[in-house]
């Protein structure tokens, strides 16, 4: 495996960066995760577009366009001769003293690229639907870590896994500071009550397989609306499932006790997944695997 770093491509074993790098004192920086789908890099100027914006914020500057960017993942597909991956790209301050200040990283940005083989949820998931928990840790406020930030801190997320792991559960639903339904630890929200798709708008990080399910959604004539949901709707949903880059999208048949629909994956949820797996056929970045 070759893993792109700083513009070099270098053996899984040479791919390091220093303890004083930033995003690893501080969690100080950006990523991606991007799927390539045979060959075709799913919606990439949409994730190179997200990242962009949270180094925008973090004023990070990578030295390296968006085309370089691209290029550079298109490069890392090539040379490992993976066409179905997964694609982490990460940005990271770079080399600082122990203080958090950013202006005394005296390093460039690192840029990583790794590639690797998609590794999936159990079919199990996708034929039967999840079973999912809403936990006690609420997302960060918006104006604190905005969630559009794909920051290199995760710990809100991570410290929400926890919980649902402790009570025997692999995902959790994370509330907004206002009790809202928020987001999964990595994937969007989405419930259909009487033929209406909804999903959480401020709240949430805006998803791209969230954006490609509306946009699906659309085509196929299904009312669709962004806005707040509270816990007593998702309950009462006729259908629900998460969207992410990993998991797809991947049905939910009962929320903290409660069945969702008839406890089975619904019917609008299965068209649009049947959907997005067609989109991903044609919707991408086109390389050739060398
Ligand atoms: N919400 C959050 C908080 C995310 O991190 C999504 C939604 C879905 O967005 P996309 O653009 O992928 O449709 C994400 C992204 C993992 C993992 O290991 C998942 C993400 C990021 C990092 C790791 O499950 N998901």
Known sequence: MKIYLNGKFVNKEDAKISVFDHGFLYGDGAFEGIRSYNGLVFRLKAHLDRLYETMHTLLIDPGLTKKQMGDAVIATLQINK?????????????????????????????????TDKISLYPAEFYQKG???????????????????????????????????AHCGYDEAIMLDSQGYVGECT?????????????????????????????????????????????????????????????????????VDGRSIGDGRPGALTQRLLSGFKSLTKIDGVKYRAV
């Open 82 to 114: 993976l066409k179905d991956a997964y694609i982490r790209l990460i940005v990271s301050r770079g080399d600082g003293d122990l203080g958090l200040d950013p202006r005394k990283c005296f390093g460039r940005p690192n840029v990583v690229i790794i």
């Open 130 to 164: 999840m079973a999912i928990i809403t936990v006690a840790t609420i997302k960060n406020h918006p104006n604190a870590l905005n969630p559009q930030l794909k920051s290199l801190n995760y710990l809100n997320n991570i410290l929400a896994k926890i919980e649902a």
């Open 186 to 254: 990595g994937d969007n929200v989405f419930i259909i009550k009487n033929g209406r798709l909804s999903t959480p708008h401020v709240a949430s990080l805006k998803g791209i397989t969230a954006e490609a399910i509306l946009d699906l959604a659309k085509k196929m004539k299904v009312e669709t609306r962004e806005g707040y949901i509270t816990r007593h709707e998702l309950y009462n949903a006729d259908e629900c499932f998460l969207t992410g880059t990993a998991a797809e999208l991947i049905p939910v048949v009962k």
